[in-house]
């Protein structure tokens, strides 16, 4: 089992024609993902690697193909609408990967897909993957194999890391999210942590969090009353200074909100175990298997 | 992106937004002069991207020209935060009866825009949260509707009894509103919002924050830039497209992806030492990033090592190879460097390096140890 995504995905890739876009739709063909079509306007009729179908419209896709997940690689000035496209089309998961959304078109694209009922993850993500299923986004597949720990994670660099240090040590993986590193976006960590929780594959989590917002200490507050299944957390930018947005647009801390310090010690008192290394995951998901 | 404080005020006077004249002097001779034009006692405000300019003595009210020129002798060139202060504005000081707060921020819970208000105003917003929070009002707008009318008059109400007030109030809520979303704004302030003896409203400051992510799309906006007021590192680090963040440690770190930088800073601190910079050189492969990320770490003097930490993921760890030989070609390095990479083309990397004379570790956790070792001299880790 898994979340979000399984063998019944279907993936329509929003940007197949771009440099991003044609790479990673190759890359998801390579590990087995079911790719279904693609869309560039102005390129439908076009076919990506000799079996890939390209649309001008999602709509369009949708109808000939009947593709349930988007992935988006468009470029920023152009990844609201993608979002919205696929929404309006029908799509029930829309994986964003693009960088460099504005944070205004976000407050717009949020109740627009919120109110069309499917489902965001990003933008500014990596994306996902059940290992040795289905991979949406860039998470490169040989880091990961298929096991019983759940990963969710603001980052993309530091979730491989920790994902390739639990592989190595034989500690497998149901599904890992990017939910990504902006200060609005789709899916949260309670949403992950709710989807893991239901999974009966899935015995315990990874997360990992950084500074800025308050998504980590919600998400706590979920662990201590909502979960019975073990969870590890880090939390990155301790030494983060106050004011400066580290990287990632939502990784800020504001004033004194959003610290590393305040986001452990609401882990520490949910019962969460803490990471303070991400090499620290290894025995403590270990201990709790 | 930051911008002046003079900057903010020109935005929300195209808006309509009452703000008090004012004007920008580099020299102090300038300063003298605009102050003499007035003809007024005026205030002298250092134009500064950092907070907390008044605590650190960069906003003098000065009563004679010569005053004026005296202020702006102290004040430009002063540091502020460590950012030396380029320039002042003049502007007539104004006689005040009250000052309130305005201001718009991104609200992430709640996924929109917030305004918040706040009759106690002339001080920092936070400490009103922190101590007296019924004095402050949060709205939520909604992205489809902008804000109505009607919302703009309650903000109004909540700061000012007096109707004329609350009304003047409630337009300057909808200029502001306008001011925002058509500047791409991830925070607006007007604080303080004042109410003159003479009973009108004045924005005293103003301040703007604008969501990098928007600059492509407004190249008016964008060209408010003021490269002067910046970190001389860190612009060098924007012009290259690096994401750069310099701190007080001696550890220099390279790292790709935001998070991963977060926590090779974080490991640092861990095993004893003190990371001397944030820096990310994101995710696609370019050797010439690994060249640029090394000239602006090898210029600040504290930096005692220098600390690769690549994950190959999109990354191609034979063009991070590539970009370290191809550095340390033209310009050899005076201090140690400690080189962590694996993933994605890790055997040709390895080799690169070695052809070179360098070595290249596979765990994080080693590399950081040695790194923090070689900038204490053996003192830490």
């Not at chain 2, 301040?207 to 906006?221: A, C, G, H, Q, W």
């Amino acid at each position: 089992m898994s979340i979000f995504i399984d063998r019944n995905t279907k993936v329509v890739v929003q940007g197949i024609t771009g440099r991003d876009g044609s790479f990673h739709a190759k890359q998801m063909l390579d590990y087995g993902t079911c790719v279904v079509a693609g869309v560039t306007p102005g390129k439908g009729g076009q076919t990506f690697e000799n079996q890939v179908p390209v649309f001008d419209t999602v709509a369009d896709s949708v109808a000939a193909t009947g593709a349930n997940t988007a992935v988006i690689y468009v470029p920023p000035p152009f990844a609201a609408d993608a979002m919205m496209e696929a929404a309006d089309a029908g799509i029930a998961l829309i994986v964003c990967i693009t960088e460099g959304v504005p944070v205004l078109d976000m407050t717009r694209v949020s109740p627009y897909v919120q109110d069309r009922g499917a489902r965001l993850i990003g933008p500014n993500c990596p994306g996902l993957i059940t290992p040795g299923v289905s991979k949406v986004g860039i998470i490169p597949g040989r880091i990961c194999t298929p096991g019983t720990v759940g990963v969710v994670s603001r980052s993309g660099t530091l979730t491989y890391e920790v994902v390739y240090q639990l592989t190595r040590a034989g500690i497998g993986q149901t599904t890992c999210v990017g939910i990504g590193g902006d200060p609005i976006n789709g899916t949260s960590f309670i949403d992950c942590l709710q989807a893991f929780e239901a999974d009966p594959e899935t015995r315990a989590v990874a997360m990992m969090g950084e500074i800025g917002g308050t998504d980590e200490q919600q998400a706590a507050a979920f662990v201590r009353d909502h979960m019975s299944k073990p969870v590890v957390g880090f939390i990155a930018g301790q030494t983060a200074p106050p004011g400066r947005r580290m990287g990632h647009a939502g990784a800020i801390i504001s004033g004194s909100a959003g610290t590393a310090a305040e986001k452990i010690d609401a882990f520490k008192a949910a019962g969460i175990g803490i990471a303070q290394r991400p090499v620290d995951f290894v025995p403590l998901l270990k201990d709790r298997l | 992106m930051n911008i002046h404080e003079y900057q903010a005020k020109d935005i929300f006077r195209r808006y309509g937004i009452p703000v008090p004249p004012g004007d920008v002097a580099t020299t102090p001779d300038e300063a003298e002069r605009i102050a003499r034009a007035y003809g007024t006692g005026v205030v002298v405000k250092a134009q500064v991207y950092a907070g907390g300019r008044g605590k650190a003595g960069g906003v003098k009210l000065a009563r004679t020209p010569a005053d004026a020129r005296a202020a702006a002798l102290q004040i430009i060139g002063m540091q502020i935060k460590g950012l030396t202060v380029p320039k002042v504005l003049v502007t007539p000081a104004a006689d005040i009866a009250s000052e309130a707060y305005a201001g718009i921020i991104v609200d992430r819970g709640s996924k929109r825009a917030v305004f918040m208000v706040s009759p106690a105003g002339g001080i920092d917003i936070e400490e009103v949260a922190a101590t007296m929070p019924e004095k402050i009002m949060r709205l939520p707008v909604d992205p489809r509707y902008g804000l109505l009318p009607f919302e703009a008059t309650r903000l109004g109400f909540f700061l000012y009894k007096n109707p004329k007030l609350a009304r003047d109030a409630a337009k300057i809520m909808r200029q502001m509103w306008q001011a925002f979303v058509g500047s791409g704004g991830s925070l607006a302030e007007i604080n303080p919002l004042a109410v003159t003896t003479g009973g009108d409203l004045l924005a005293l400051d103003a301040k703007m924050v604008i969501d990098d992510n928007e600059l492509d799309r407004r190249p008016d906006i964008a060209a408010l830039r003021d490269e002067t007021a910046e970190n001389p590192s860190e612009l060098a680090a924007r012009r290259a497209n690096l994401t750069f963040i310099k701190l007080d440690g001696n550890v220099g770190c390279v790292v790709n992806g935001a998070g991963l930088a977060m926590a090779t800073m974080d490991l640092v601190k861990y095993y004893g030492g003190e990371p001397a910079n944030f820096l990310d050189i994101g995710g696609s492969s370019n050797p010439e990033k690994v060249v640029n990320a090394l000239k602006i770490i090898t210029r600040d003097p504290n930096v005692k090592a220098i600390l690769f930490n690549i994950f190959g993921g999109i990354t191609r760890t034979d063009d991070v190879a590539n970009g370290i030989v191809a550095a340390t070609r033209d310009a050899p390095l005076d201090v140690p460097m400690v080189i962590r990479l694996t993933g994605t083309n890790e055997e040709i990397a390895v080799q690169i390096l070695q052809q070179h004379g360098f070595s290249a570790m596979t765990d994080m956790d080693d590399a950081v140890q040695k790194a923090v070792r070689l900038a204490t001299g053996g003192k830490a880790a």
